[in-house]
């Protein structure tokens, strides 16, 4: 499964961006989809992820309650909803998929096996 982000731009302090993840095929089977960003400077961080068609959602401490993560099973397409943006939320923001992954490995970038291209998110006044 080949996995396409976009999305990304560059948007002041407060606003808010959609960013989208498509997939080549629908996957099938337990396939999991996340979003990590990455700063300059900065590790790659894990940002969100949804178990399709489970309902079953992750999400970091650091955007829980701005960022929303969602499917769309008719267009393969995960969604990760951007509010009230800052500043700390600059970075490339990369989608990531895989098969395999267990709860206690949502987390981490090495879980993934499909990553898509990044997208730039540029928060700035």
């Known amino acids: 499964v080949q996995l396409q982000a976009y999305g990304g731009g560059l948007v002041q302090p407060g606003d808010s961006l959609i960013l989208s993840c498509s997939a080549s095929?629908?996957?099938?089977?337990?396939?999991?989809v996340a979003w990590f960003r990455q700063a300059p400077g900065e590790e790659r961080e894990f940002v969100a992820a949804?178990?399709?068609?489970?309902?079953?959602?992750y999400y970091a401490d650091s955007i829980k309650g701005r960022f929303t993560i969602s499917e769309d099973n008719a267009k393969n397409t995960v969604y990760l909803q951007m509010n009230s943006l800052t500043p700390g939320d600059t970075a490339v923001y990369y989608c990531?998929?895989?098969?395999?992954?267990?709860?206690?490995?949502?987390?981490?970038?090495?879980?993934?096996?499909?990553w898509g291209q990044g997208t730039q998110v540029t928060v700035s006044s």
């Open positions: 990531a998929g895989s098969f395999t992954v267990i709860s206690s490995s949502t987390y981490t970038s090495t879980a993934y096996s499909n």
């Open positions: 095929r629908r996957p099938s089977g337990r396939f999991q």
């Open positions: 949804i178990r399709l068609n489970s309902g079953t959602t």
